[in-house]
């Protein structure tokens, strides 16, 4: 894995601090928390494609709302 340093300013820091669950590191925590950001896009942008696929292909939908 690729070590990279991101900069945080203090105000940032400060309120990560105070969000950030007890006994975990606060690099722990913003990784996490850009880890579901990421995962919340991408699910996103799956969710918004399966919609245009039942958007087009209505024998699709159908046989959703039959299952």
């Given at each position: 894995?690729?070590?990279?340093?991101?900069?945080?300013d203090?105000?940032?820091?400060?309120?990560?601090k105070?969000?950030k669950?007890?006994?975990?590191t606060?690099?722990?925590?913003?990784?996490?928390?850009?880890?579901?950001?990421?995962?919340?896009k991408?699910?996103?942008?799956?969710?918004?494609?399966?919609?245009?696929?039942?958007?087009?292909h209505p024998?699709?939908a159908?046989?959703?709302d039959i299952w």
């Open positions: 894995m690729q070590a990279t340093t991101i900069k945080l203090g105000n940032l820091v400060r309120r990560l105070t969000v669950p007890p006994g975990e606060l690099t722990g925590f913003v990784r996490s928390v850009l880890d579901a950001e990421v995962r919340r991408r699910l996103r942008a799956a969710a918004e494609a399966y919609a245009r696929l039942l958007r087009t024998d699709e159908e046989a959703v």
